[in-house]
DNA sequence: GTCTATAATTTGATAGAC
DNA sequence: GTCTATCAAATTATAGAC
């Protein structure tokens, strides 16, 4: 993964996530970087290459951010706070809702290995949610893992659609309120 | 409002549901309906004209369904559920996410007016649900719509990313039993 | 690794006959 | 209202020079 690679993916996020898959050609991403589309087809020979390596590294990254289930569940604010705060601050920092939100969204139109990527993403955040929420004594909480991250990716798509950040707001403080309950 | 008209909505629904809009050629809607891409092109001039006429009777539909707020206050198993009741039904009988949801996920690549024909669907359903919801001496809850609004809206496209419909009948449930707290 | 050049296809859209 | 024919532009991708 040379460091033009690295800054194609960077290219490719920022478009991808404001704009769908299908909306962002290999030539406008190409652009961005400053180089020329057949550069870019060097590094990824296809448009689906590109797709699955910028969902999984994406997926990858967000995970690595997060830490630990286990050092999640000690954390002064809570797993849940936590959480909301990884995808509140990807918002405000990139200025876009989550990539998989997005291909999510236009699943069915993905190339098939994109699509998978964007699946993983899902599993491997309901299974770090699940590990985090895990109480002794009590079944795995697969049911509160499935409620939050589908309130934040709605959240994120709302408060996206609507210019409105506040959206996002809203959702955290109330997933992080109810924990409490 | 012809027949046609109607008809070329129809197939478009089905396909940009399932695809997203930039993933949908006229052709494509066209060719669903047994027709030409000219001939579509004299009922909706633009891509843009059939985005907008898309929303808009997507929304007009689903309010309609829903009934009036105030109504909605006295089904028996209250609001919430028959609020959710209407995206599940919508999901299940079309096995696709909401329109809108697809089109909040790509809307800065959106022509601005299937943009904001998307913004009115969100805006009129948090509207519904914060009337429908309103208690007596209360402020508007206008969290709560905004909070069940998102979830169940990333529940959808969760469904849809995993195929597992279970996705949202979960999140339904924890919806409305939340309400009886 | 990047470029120019180019191929093959698709796309949104129009002109004009019927 | 629908068609054939056509267009200009964009899109994904490849060949081959440097």
Redesign the interface.
Known sequence: MSARSDEILDAAERLVR???Y???STRAVAEAVGIRAASLHHHYPTKSDLGEALAARYTDRFLEELGSPDAARHHPEGPIALYCDAFRQSYKRDG??CL??????????LPTPV?DQ??VF??RNLNWLTEALRRPGKPPPH?DA??I???????M??A???EDAS?LD??CE?LSALQN?
């Open positions: 404001r704009a769908g299908a909306a962002v876009a809702l998989c939100g997005v291909l999510g969204a236009e699943v069915q139109s699509a964007a699946r899902f599993k049911r499935v409620r991250l589908a309130s934040l990716e709605g959240a798509m709302m996206s659609a609507l959206v809203t959702v109330d309950a």
